[in-house]
């Protein structure tokens, strides 16, 4: 069975073997369970709005397992695979470290050298490179920029006005502007996001 995209991040068999429902077949299926599961791991998150640092490790891990843990079991794990995108699993846990210490510096230079759209293009960008998860990295990252931006006193991005788990052209705009915030263009990424 083929449960991503072509051009999403394919999961190794033990991935795979993570799924909790046994009842999914097709994409269709995992689209239909992992939607029901990412609204109810975003009712959680807003329920924690203000009540918590979002910018912390365990918020980041917490939300990708409320996001995504009725459906695989690894939600909220970081992955322990290299995948076709994202650093070596090895160097995760690190990363996400220093991303998250530099969003804290970065939160503090709003008003005066950033804006919020900047440190939540920046933000996300970084997040998707490392792609500190099995599965999900998009949605989930797409999540902390609208979380981080709602902190900040800004409205939540439109991110295209679509689903962008699905093939498309919204989901090519979304990967090309992904691709030249990777040549430190982030311009057309903060423009897609508020698309």
């Known amino acids: 069975m083929d449960l991503v995209p072509d051009d999403s991040t394919p999961l190794d068999p033990e991935e ?22 990412l609204e109810q791991g975003l009712l959680w998150a807003r329920s924690r ?31 322990r695979t290299d995948k076709n995108i994202g650093i070596s699993w090895w160097e995760v846990p690190s990363a996400v470290k220093l991303l998250l210490d530099d969003a804290r510096v970065w939160r503090s230079m709003i008003g ?3 804006s919020v759209d900047e440190l939540c293009g920046h933000f996300h960008h970084r997040l998707v490179s490392i ?19 709602v902190s900040l006193g800004a409205h939540r991005y439109s991110w295209g006005r679509t689903n962008l788990a699905e093939d498309g052209d919204v989901r ?11 040549n430190n263009d982030i311009r057309p990424l903060i423009e897609f996001m508020r698309s």
């Not at 792609?131 to 931006?149: E, I, K, T, V």
């Open 16 to 37: 795979a073997h993570g799924l909790r429902l046994s009842f999914i077949t097709t994409r269709a299926d995992l689209n239909e369970a992992e939607a029901l599961n």
């Open 131 to 149: 792609h500190p998860f099995p599965n999900g990295n998009g949605r989930h990252s797409r999540a902390m920029s609208d979380l981080l931006a």
């Open 49 to 79: 709005a203000g009540r918590t640092d979002i910018l912390s490790e365990r918020f980041l891990r917490e939300l990708h397992q409320q996001m995504f843990g009725n459906v695989w079991r690894w939600a909220g794990k970081y992955r």
């Open 172 to 182: 090519r705009r979304y990967i090309a502007a992904l691709r030249r915030a990777d």
């Open 112 to 114: 005066s050298s950033w």
